[in-house]
T-cell receptor, first 113, second 110 residues
Framework: DARVTQTPRHKVTEMGQEVTMRCQPI?????VFWYRQTMMQGLELLAY????????DSGMPKDRFSAEMPDATLATLKIQPSEPRDSAVYFC???????????FGPGTRLTVL | QKEVEQNSGPLSVPEGAIASLNCTYS??????FFWYRQYSGKSPELIMS????GDKEDGRFTAQLNKASQYVSLLIRDSQPSDSATYLC??????????FGTGTRLKVLA
């Protein structure tokens, strides 16, 4: 069945290392969102793309985060260098359905030591 | 004022009762409204969408929208322990802009 996939599901890294998270949206969905979720902040929007073009990345710390969509089947979120405060669950969601509904991937749980 | 507000809970209801979850929003131009269920350690799962004033029913779930009062609610009939989760309200305020509430934690007691 159609679903959003994300890799890796878990990532433990040390401060200063580069982290890359990947998302495959549901086939045919042209709009992709990246969110970060922590207990303290809830679900925060980082960036979103429409037809592979970035529409809004104002939620992202620009100095260390970057998001791209090299093709219609792959979106990436990169953190370089990573910091302990980046520890969170990162979700990708793609937009589709009759009523422009967001469908979430399983998330990447990131721990930065 | 937060754009989408939910009571964080926990909301505790006995098994078989009706659980009522509420959400208020500040943008009068909001167009679409969504309820997601999120189990601990899992991703948000869409359970209901509503666009017009009134009620929309799907199985044990009923979403209610009142645009004049700027609130949307979710009723869960015959609550089951498996309904215990955090319920997120989301509002579409622009073409691609969605605002999520912080969620209400529901506990259904067996």
């Amino acid at each position: 069945d159609a679903r959003v996939t994300q890799t890796p599901r878990h990532k433990v890294t040390e401060m200063g290392q580069e982290v890359t998270m990947r998302c495959q949206p549901i086939l045919g969905h042209n709009t992709v969102f990246w969110y970060r979720q922590t207990m303290m902040q809830g679900l925060e929007l980082l960036a979103y793309f429409r037809n592979r073009a970035p529409l809004d990345d104002s939620g992202m710390p620009k100095d260390r985060f970057s998001a791209e969509m090299p093709d219609a089947t792959l979106a990436t979120l990169k953190i370089q260098p990573s910091e302990p405060r980046d520890s969170a669950v990162y979700f990708c969601a793609s937009l589709g359905g009759t009523y422009n509904e967001q469908f979430f991937g399983p998330g990447t749980r990131l721990t930065v030591l | 004022q937060k754009e989408v507000e939910q009571n964080s809970g926990p909301l505790s209801v006995p098994e078989g009762a009706i659980a009522s979850l509420n959400c208020t929003y500040s943008d009068r131009g909001s167009q679409s409204f969504f309820w997601y269920r999120q189990y601990s350690g899992k991703s948000p799962e869409l359970i209901m969408s509503i666009y017009s004033n009134g009620d929309k029913e799907d199985g044990r779930f009923t979403a209610q929208l009142n645009k004049a009062s700027q609130y949307v609610s979710l009723l869960i009939r015959d609550s089951q322990p498996s309904d215990s989760a955090t319920y997120l309200c989301a509002v579409r305020v622009g073409t691609y802009k969605y605002i999520f509430g912080t969620g209400t934690r529901l506990k259904v007691l067996a």
